[in-house]
Nanobody, 115 residues
Framework: QVQLVESGGGLVQAGGSLRLSCVVS????????MGWYRQAPGKQRELVAE???????TYADSVKGRFTISRDSTKETVFLQMNSLEAEDTAVYYC?????????WGQGTQVTVSS
């Protein structure tokens, strides 16, 4: 069973930084695209950033210039460097991996930004 294990969430003051990590385990395939989504209370889950196997990136307008998505050399770990965090960034952040069989989601990690 493929698993996505996230880490790096927490509580930070506005203007601070956090780095999220997500590792894909138990997969015989390397994910094509990996991404980060977030869901704030009372809101729909939304795309934050995605990165393809060829390192082509896509960002939500709200995080451009502040967040950076990247993958390690194995392509099985994805990172989200979040700088200049704002209260509006408070949400549960989910990792997503696109595999040939289906898409997989992580369990989510809470990011709370205090103003």
């Amino acid at each position: 069973q493929v698993q996505l294990v996230e880490s790096g969430g927490g509580l930070v003051q506005a203007g601070g930084s956090l780095r999220l990590s997500c590792v894909v385990s138990r997969s015989i395939f390397i994910p094509n695209t990996m991404g980060w989504y977030r869901q704030a209370p009372g809101k729909q889950r939304e795309l934050v950033a995605e990165i393809s196997l060829g390192d082509i990136t896509t960002y939500a307008d709200s995080v451009k210039g502040r967040f950076t998505i990247s993958r390690d050399s194995t392509k099985e770990t994805v990172f989200l460097q979040m700088n200049s965090l704002e209260a509006e960034d408070t949400a549960v952040y989910y990792c997503k991996a696109y595999l040939p069989s289906r898409d997989y989601w992580g369990q989510g990690t809470q990011v709370t930004v205090s103003s």
